[in-house]
């Protein structure tokens, strides 16, 4: 995993927050609190791996822009596939799936 990967997986992250809040109106506080903490990866790993579906995703998906989730961020962009193993992408497309996002 490169460094420069990761670093333009941040600026995607920081990018996604200011869409959600900007497109949206979702102020992503605990998403934000995490990113600044943990780093983008980390935290991604952490909400993708969650047992409850984050607060967060359920708020996009109510407001219809699971686009601005970081699973659609993930999915959608193969390049940030190799910072995450397999486990982690497979829940990022069951759980777009299990919303209507994917078919």
Same mark, same amino acid.
């Given at each position: 995993?490169?460094?420069?990967?990761?670093?333009?997986?941040?600026?995607?992250?920081?990018?996604?927050?200011?869409? !959600? *809040?900007? /497109?949206? &109106?979702?102020?992503?506080? $605990?998403?934000?609190?995490?990113?600044? =903490?943990?780093?983008?990866?980390?935290?991604?790993?952490?909400?993708?791996?969650?047992?409850?579906?984050?607060?967060?995703?359920? !708020? *996009?998906? /109510?407001? &219809?822009?699971?686009?601005? $989730?970081?699973?659609?961020?993930?999915? =959608?962009?193969?390049?940030?596939?190799?910072?995450?193993?397999?486990?982690?992408?497979?829940?990022?497309?069951?759980?777009?799936?299990?919303?209507?996002?994917?078919?």
């Amino acid at each position: 995993m490169s460094n420069k990967l990761s670093e333009d997986f941040e600026h995607a992250m920081y990018s996604i927050y200011d869409r !959600a *809040l900007n /497109e949206a &109106g979702y102020k992503a506080t $605990t998403f934000k609190n995490m990113h600044l =903490e943990l780093g983008a990866v980390e935290t991604a790993r952490r909400l993708i791996l969650s047992p409850k579906t984050p607060d967060g995703y359920t !708020a *996009l998906w /109510e407001r &219809g822009r699971l686009d601005l $989730t970081l699973e659609a961020l993930i999915y =959608e962009n193969e390049k940030w596939h190799e910072l995450f193993a397999a486990e982690e992408l497979a829940k990022c497309t069951k759980r777009l799936k299990q919303y209507g996002y994917l078919k």
